[in-house]
């Protein structure tokens, strides 16, 4: 699968003792002031900030259980859940490095700041590529940063602004300016990458020119530092901006086997990947035996919404599956995790799992690691920190008991998950899994009666 790249150039330098811009108030280089509504930022359709997506989720201890072999980190109650440092898809105002007043947006963790479009009335550095008032007309007239006391330094892309998954993105620091009587004397190249990348420069961060691959689907800045031969640094750090949005473009498709998609429900911004509710009575998630059972009949709106005879994968449509791990969610989905559960969600209803395996401790592993745990997205469930390697991924469900999930509200008679395959399942909650105890409306949670097609399903990725 393949990416389009959207290079955004932030920031090509800024001279020292510079145009100073009048910024809001509110906006500051740490949050600043918020942005209510709609605001478009790099392309990216923003949506108004979901508050449900950040609730922290307690576990209730199972009473009397006594801890099994799996890593502590299993043993409940566990650690609070996943708590996001931002309000998932909120955006904010903030400060580029050339001092524009620039958006930026939550995903996981706030992303970079993007700089305006260059404003056509001043004779300042918008946009924070190093020129001032280009592609405006000569009125009134400006010219290019040039260094004074410090070096400036400028990123090359040499790609442009669109690449495939997989081709090597070429960094060049060579255009980069020093004072006069000096030259550019040594760089340092670093990058803040989205969620699962394991991306880094070749041959070294220190070298004048770097390839980097964008690797995964998201936001990433590149920082450039230049010092010149008389041991000054450049007055502010050169930054690009490169969007990885997921491509070839497909024909709009729900991706859920019903018709109806739960979660990532914008099928423009969310092309590759679904969010779809529904039950399922064969069990597992992550062993590669698991195939469509019922002829993609499931789904909460589908012909078999309790999930008789239907297998986890009868969720997904044709030409879809169930997502296989983190890192195709990572490519697939441009905000991670975040879309995924909708603004209107209650706390503890929606669970979208997928086929990442685990061997212990709810700790990501790579394909044949072993069937531990359900990981998924939405706001059920365990959270999953930085130190579980499970990238865009935020929920899981765990249990330190044979024949439980281990999370109280998915589980019978708050929830319909069911982990049950007797000793030793505790281990294999991955590949015992169904999604079927709360038959007929047979549940409660919060006064709510549940059946077996409510709080979840799975994450369905295009073929």
């Not at 996943?82 to 992303?111: H, I, R």
């Not at 008032?133 to 010219?143: L, Q, T």
Request: include cysteine; glycine fraction near 14%.
């Amino acid at each position: 699968m393949s990416l389009r790249v959207i290079a955004l150039l932030l920031v090509s330098g800024a001279a020292c003792g510079g145009t100073q811009l009048a910024v809001p108030d509110t906006a500051s280089t740490t949050g600043g002031g918020e942005v209510t509504g709609e605001v478009p930022v790099a392309g990216l359709d923003v949506a108004t900030p979901a508050p449900d997506a950040v609730e922290v989720a307690d576990v209730a201890a199972d009473v009397g259980s006594e801890p099994d072999a799996e890593a502590p980190e299993d043993v409940l109650p566990p650690e609070p859940g996943f708590v996001y440092t931002c309000a998932p898809l909120e955006v904010q105002a903030c400060v580029t490095a050339c001092l524009s007043v620039g958006k930026k947006k939550c995903l996981k963790d706030w992303g970079p700041c993007v700089p305006p479009q260059e404003f056509c009335g001043n004779c300042a550095d918008d946009d924070c590529d190093g020129q001032v008032n280009e592609d405006c007309a000569p009125n009134p007239p400006c010219g290019v940063v040039t260094p004074a006391e410090c070096p400036v330094g400028v990123i090359a892309v040499e790609e442009g602004i669109s690449v495939d998954v997989g081709v090597t993105l070429h960094l060049s620091s060579a255009g980069s300016v020093a004072p006069e009587g000096s030259t550019i004397a040594s760089v340092k190249w670093e990058a803040t990458a989205p969620d699962g990348s394991t991306s880094t420069f070749a041959p070294s961060a220190t070298a004048a020119s770097a390839t980097f691959v964008c690797d995964v689907a998201g936001q990433y800045l590149f920082t450039l530092t230049v010092v010149d031969s008389k041991g000054t640094a450049g007055c502010a750090p050169a930054q690009v901006v490169v969007l990885a949005l997921p491509s070839p473009p497909i024909a709009p498709s729900i991706g859920c086997a019903d018709g109806a998609r739960e979660g990532f429900v914008d099928v423009a911004t969310y092309p590759q990947i679904a969010a779809c509710s529904g039950a399922w009575a064969q069990p597992g998630l992550t062993p590669d035996g698991v195939a469509p059972t019922c002829g993609r009949a499931g789904g909460d709106d589908g012909a078999k919404p309790e999930g008789a005879g239907c297998s986890s994968a009868d969720l997904c449509a044709e030409g879809w599956h169930v997502c296989k791990t983190w890192k195709e969610v990572a490519q697939k989905s441009p905000t991670g995790c975040a879309g995924a559960t909708p603004p209107d969600a209650k706390p503890k209803s929606l669970l979208f799992a997928l086929r990442q395996p685990s061997k212990t401790g709810s700790v990501c592993g790579e394909w044949g690691d072993g069937f531990n745990d359900v990981f998924g997205c939405g706001n059920l469930g365990t959270g999953l920190g930085a130190d579980k390697g499970c990238g865009p991924l935020d929920r899981v469900i765990a249990s330190t008991q044979p024949d439980k999930c281990g999370f109280n509200e998915a589980e019978p008679p708050l929830g319909p998950w069911e982990c049950k395959g007797g000793p030793g399942s505790d281990l294999l909650e991955g590949q015992t899994v169904t999604k079927k105890a709360c038959a007929g409306k047979s549940c409660s949670y919060d006064g709510v009666p549940l059946g077996s097609a409510d709080k979840g399903g799975v994450l369905c990725c295009h073929d």
